[in-house]
């Protein structure tokens, strides 16, 4: 990427579009899906027997919002093939509707009975015009079967209670999510049975064939590039969408014949990965057992395959604060737009050691790609993510990466718009690299 102003707008711009096409994590997935068929890759459902050749590009899916693909490169060693993995991860905080969604009252309102998923910033989501998105199951004759679900309009609002009713607001503001953040539905127009009826509506069915849903609140304020500049990106769901974006272009973008190279795009992170398409799932060593099959492997091959294998995990990174510089530490303080970050922790939180640091930076170097390193405060505890959690099932040498983000896990994030064509290239870097692990004592890298 040459330092051109509108070459690094583009590739922001390319993010904004992605993350309008992914209300939910099932639209996530299935605009992957979209790309990677208009790049020639072929679909093999996990039920389905799988065929591949030297060359050959490949995508599976589990559960409709964790997608994994992956390139098999026409030169692979006959003895010591390995695989380059970049994964992220689809869903983002936000709130998710129950299986009974509607609560009747106080006076005529009508309010959606919701709960937390994963570490919301709550007051984020207050007076913010709401929509609906995610998956519904509807009975198709003696078929059950999924549609995606999305409105593309704004259906309800979790107002703030005045500043006269609560004078310390703006003090001690500590929302009850059982009291104070049920979404307004309707102010007496709509009845028990709104709900269904308006996703039955938007989706051309009858109410009664609706038999489950996973829909959650949707804030569509639009993403944008803004700043006098053209400075910042801003967006919901930044964390980790960005991340997914930017693996993604990179994935595509690559064609290393050395390896198989891997994208994975994991559900669930945000709730803790344990589920079947989570990171903690069988879904990974699954289909790179099956993999290493297809290709004409014995099972000790993919024992030496992961040995010198490398996982990069994608998950966004906190940039400095501009008012509260004192939350980072002082010599690990990422800032927007001055590249991709390396993130480490001693309690292992995250997946990076010095061998998966010196191999990834010494990439970054080679290509000249600015990155960044993060840790936290050491009287702070800190987050983690889904490389060490993948890992414990499918191990190998593994780095925790980022983009600089602020606000992580408010319903509106703000990055370095130039961020995403710098993570791009350093995840092509990676992608494009021949990497060839000597245990834990070397590597040399082509």
């Known amino acids: 990427m040459t330092d051109d102003t509108a070459a690094y707008r583009d590739a922001a711009e390319g993010l904004v579009r992605f993350i309008e096409s992914c209300p939910s994590m099932f639209h ?67 709130f998710k509707l129950k299986a009974v969604s509607e609560l009747d009252g106080p006076a005529n309102y009508l309010r959606l ?32 079967v999924s549609r995606l679900f999305s409105l593309d309009r704004d259906v309800a609002l979790i107002p703030s209670l005045a500043i006269h009713l609560d004078r310390s607001v703006n003090s001690s503001f500590s929302p009850n999510r059982a009291v ?29 064939r609706i038999l489950a849903r996973d829909l959650f609140l949707v804030n569509r304020q639009a993403p944008r590039v803004w700043g006098a500049v053209d400075e910042f990106v801003s967006a919901p769901k930044l964390d980790d969408l960005m991340c997914a974006y930017t693996a993604l272009e990179a994935f595509l973008a690559s064609k290393n014949e050395r390896d198989v190279s891997v994208y994975v795009c994991f559900d669930n992170e945000e709730v803790g990965s344990h589920t079947k398409q989570g990171a903690a799932s069988t879904l990974l060593r699954d289909t790179l057992e099956r993999v290493n099959a297809r290709i004409g492997r014995t099972p000790e091959s993919l024992v030496r395959a992961l040995a010198g294998s490398m996982l990069v995990s994608c998950d966004n990174a906190h940039a400095v604060h501009p008012n509260h510089p004192e939350k980072a530490d002082e010599a690990n303080d990422p800032r927007l737009n001055r590249g991709i970050v390396i993130k480490e922790a001693a309690n292992q939180h995250y997946c990076t050691d010095a061998f998966s640091r010196a191999v990834f930076s010494a990439i970054m170097d080679d ?9 936290n405060r050491s009287d702070m505890a800190g987050g983690s993510t889904l490389g060490n959690i993948s890992n414990a099932h499918v191990s190998m040498h593994a780095i925790d990466v980022g983009c600089p983000q602020l606000a992580m896990h408010s319903s509106y ?22 990497i060839r692990i000597e245990g834990a004592d070397a590597a040399t890298i082509a």
């Open 180 to 208: 104070d953040l049920y979404p307004l539905f309707s102010a007496g127009e709509l009845t028990s049975g709104a709900v269904d009826a308006l996703v039955a509506e938007e989706l051309g069915i009858t109410p009664d």
């Open 367 to 375: 290509a000249g790609i600015p990155y960044q390193t993060f840790a």
């Open 28 to 94: 996530t997935a299935a605009t992957i899906r979209a790309r990677l068929d208009a790049a020639g890759f072929t679909y093999l459902p996990e039920g389905a027997p799988w065929f591949m050749e030297p060359g050959g590009s490949y995508y599976t899916i589990r559960n409709g919002s964790s997608i994994i693909a992956w390139h098999v490169g026409l030169d692979l060693p006959q003895d010591g093939f390995h695989f380059q993995i970049a994964a992220s991860h689809a869903d983002s905080p936000t």
């Open 413 to 434: 994030e703000t990055a370095g718009a130039r961020d995403v064509a710098h993570v791009i290239d350093a995840l092509t870097a990676f992608y494009d690299a021949d």
């Open 113 to 144: 009975d919701i709960e937390p998923y994963g570490g919301t910033i709550d007051y984020t989501w207050f007076d913010r015009p709401l929509s609906l998105a995610g998956r519904v199951l509807v009975r198709d004759g003696a078929r059950v």
